[in-house]
């Protein structure tokens, strides 16, 4: 099934509404990097915290980190980095583009069709120096993955959360690979956040907890309001599996240009903790009370990237209709992800209704995010939330004046309701948490 709206509807939309703007604008842009406005940040971290909530808040076997972007070189060296996270590299002889191998089919240049050198691995870690000195002794990584934080810390996390195995230390951050050909928008860059659980199992409990995990990420991105029918499983083939993986299940998502890649979820055995018990020279292996036995745990490991999320969600909350003659944009994205909960809309800028939607404006603000607006029509101001996806409109009009009652506007069915100022706060957060818009209750109802 193809995507339902192209990639540059999306990119228009982001730049419009202040999701996403080319990054160093002003000087021309610079490749694949990119800025995140208003809309952009809260949208990020409404995902982050459902994120953070799911894997997290709610659970008792994982715990929260945040590890250091820089670690020791070493670190790269043992977790096989350093050797070989590469890709093959070919560059045109006429006009010096450079390609992955794998996305041209000939020796010709796909852009000019001059001839192409012959591959070469380029290794795909961001290099800089350390401390004031250039010499290579100095020379450190951008981690490329937040992962080996986490498997570095094994130990800290058992001790410190004295919790036993199954356990899982989980961690946000910025990553950076410095991809040969990045693009698609925001789905492949060179700096990104990942969303990475490390779970750390008994070794032969590993099938049911890759399982497990697959499952319970699938079942994330449903629930944020993802279509199923634009979401599939993909299992990797032999040749495609890293060479310590036993297993790897990519959650894909029907973008624009195609099926690709949301999430990874991997069964890495028990590589990672064995090279760095090598590497390091410390034991990190675990004693199981219980069984009386000693192992070096496996890990499963989902690992999901913020920005691809992003996309995904705002593809998939993408629509376009027709509301009396006119097209309307709307983003019906679920509640909790919206970055606007609330707008404040007083019907005109009228000296008599500003104070009082100022007032309600304050009201609210400590407990939603809000967003005031009183310039245009109201008709212009409600397609500009509904294009950023406000799940609430309160609208403050002449008739609030004399019964302190405000109009709560729904961003899907359009429907209105009237509520008294006092019982505002009260309604919207019981239906911001999920209760359905029912215009047929005690509150009086009026046409959109
Ligand atoms: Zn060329």
Redesign the pocket.
Same mark, same amino acid.
């Given at each position: 099934m193809s995507s339902k709206v192209s990639m540059e509807k999306i990119v228009s939309l982001c730049k419009r509404r202040g999701f996403v703007f080319p990054s160093s604008e002003i000087y021309g842009g610079l490749a694949s990097c990119w800025d995140y406005g208003p809309m952009g940040v809260e949208l990020k971290r409404n995902i982050k915290d459902a994120w953070w909530r799911t894997v997290v808040q709610e659970r008792e076997d994982v715990v929260g980190l945040e590890t250091s972007i820089m670690m020791h070189p070493k670190v790269w060296e043992a977790s096989g980095h350093v050797a070989s996270f590469t890709d093959p590299l070919v560059e %045109?002889k006429? %006009?010096?583009?450079r390609w992955r191998a794998t996305e041209v089919d000939s020796n010709k %240049?796909p852009? %000019? &069709? &001059?001839e192409l050198t012959e591959p070469r691995m380029f290794n795909l870690m961001f290099k800089t120096l350390m401390g004031p000195v250039e010499d290579e002794a100095g020379t450190i990584y951008l981690r490329p993955e937040t992962a080996q934080g986490m498997f570095v810390n094994f130990e800290n996390a058992v001790t410190i959360s004295r919790k036993k195995l199954p356990l899982g230390s989980a961690q946000i951050g910025k990553s950076f690979r410095n991809e040969i050909t990045p693009g698609n928008f925001i789905f492949r860059t060179r700096e990104f956040e990942h969303m990475e659980l490390e779970y750390f199992v008994k070794p032969d409990t590993a099938k049911y907890w890759f399982d497990y995990w697959v499952r319970e990420r699938f079942n994330w991105y449903v629930t944020l309001g993802i279509d199923k029918e634009n979401l599939r499983l993909r299992q990797h083939g032999k040749e495609e599996l890293a060479h310590y993986a036993e297993d790897c299940y990519d959650i894909e998502y029907s973008f624009p240009m195609g099926w690709s890649e949301l999430e990874g979820i991997a069964n890495r055995g028990d590589y990672d903790l064995t090279q760095h018990a090598e590497c390091s020279g410390r034991d990190l292996s675990y004693y199981d009370n219980e069984s009386g036995q000693r192992y070096i745990p496996y890990i499963i490991e989902p690992s999901a990237g913020v920005e691809r999320s992003f996309l995904a969600f705002l593809i998939d909350a993408y629509q376009e209709e027709t509301v009396e003659g006119e097209t309307r944009v709307v983003l019906r994205l679920c509640p909790s992800l919206a970055p606007i909960k609330v707008a404040v809309l007083p019907l005109s800028r009228n000296e008599k209704l500003t104070p009082l939607a100022r007032e309600i404006h304050k009201q609210l603000r400590p407990n939603f995010m809000t967003w005031y607006d009183d310039s245009q029509s109201i008709g212009r101001r409600y397609r500009r939330q509904d294009e950023v996806g406000t799940p609430f409109c309160v609208t403050i009009d002449f008739q609030s004046l004399e019964d302190r009652q405000v109009t709560i506007r729904d961003r899907d069915s359009l429907a209105q309701i009237r509520v008294p100022i006092g019982e505002l706060e009260k309604t919207l957060r019981t239906k911001l948490s999920g209760e359905p818009f029912d215009v047929s209750s005690l509150w009086a109802t009026r046409q959109k």
């Open positions: %045109c006429s %006009c010096h583009l %240049c852009k %000019c &069709g &001059g």
